[in-house]
């Protein structure tokens, strides 16, 4: 079906592809005459013509998204260079394809909140609007600077800066072209879906309407650092994703107690700290007789630092809803 605001699907099929030797499916998508919107923002040096383009921009993603939730469709491939001009004198704009991969399956990190952002690229699940929103606001944040602050960064380094400091702090810098899209930055780049913005709240701002965002909710800090490969962990949300990526140190540290002491002693933290013994002795238990003791006891302890984050087991991180996808991918 046609969908308004998305570039058209005009057929698809099983064709022979030479450079592979083998038969792969193929799309075939309505060319739109207005280029790439990334390409054309490349090419304007005028931040006057650069702020029409992105509120065209606005417009063509808001009706777009919209569409597709009224479907129970989320788009999960929203980035800036995926965006068409669909007319020849950019007047409206299109989402691209986000049929031809598994969900966020190409969507740079940056563009993933912090727990999908952790898992593989084939395993970030179909997602929710909350999540297309979120895109939205990185989108937003590309159009209005020339570069973001983090390009360059590791996924580590990204995924950690945005638990520690924001997704907001992380992503926007001093140099935006406009500071008018700052409040629907700071309101579609909040870490907690609950208070995301959604349409109601965007509608409001395009109209010119009072709409305040809710500020990210500052995460407790322990009173002393869990130090990891150099790095001194101050949350438990990024000591367990570098321990996710370290599991031979991060073994060592469980079985000393380290982890134990820090989240009872340094830590402190009213919700993790009372049950966290009882749970990583449960956790040894129900590890102790399995093949891969010791991977599943981590995968367990990890879950316990951090419950919103991916399962990860081994080298294979994935969300739930995207069981499925990471097993073919």
Known sequence: QRIPGILD???????????LGEKTPALIYERPTGGRVSSVFEEETSDYNKIEYMQTAVDGIMEG???????????????????????????????GDFVSTPAGFDQPVVYE????????????GTGFIEDDMYAFGVTIASMVQNQLPVDGDSKEQIIISKIETSSFQTIVGNSVITPK????????????????????????????????????????????????????????????YSMSRRPDISIELINEGTIERWVAKDFMDEDLTPTFAASLETARVQSRNVKEADDVLLAHVLMLLDPQAPVRYKDVSYMPDAFGPALVT
């Open 9 to 19: 699907l005009m057929d698809y099929g099983i064709i022979d592809w030479p450079l």
């Open 65 to 95: 998204l919209e569409q597709l939730s009224n479907r129970g469709i989320s788009h999960r491939a929203l980035r800036h260079d995926n965006l068409f001009f669909f007319d020849e004198k950019r007047e409206r704009v299109l989402l």
């Open 113 to 124: 909140t912090i727990e999908r952002g952790m898992a593989d690229e084939g395993a970030r």
């Open 181 to 240: 899209v700052l409040g629907a930055m700071r309101g579609l780049l909040n870490d907690d879906p609950d208070d995301r913005w959604g349409f109601e709240e965007l509608t409001n701002w395009r109209n010119g309407l009072p709409n305040v965002p809710k500020p990210s909710r500052a995460p407790h800090k322990a009173h002393r650092p869990m130090e990891l490969d150099g790095y001194k962990h101050m949350d438990p949300r990024t000591l367990a």
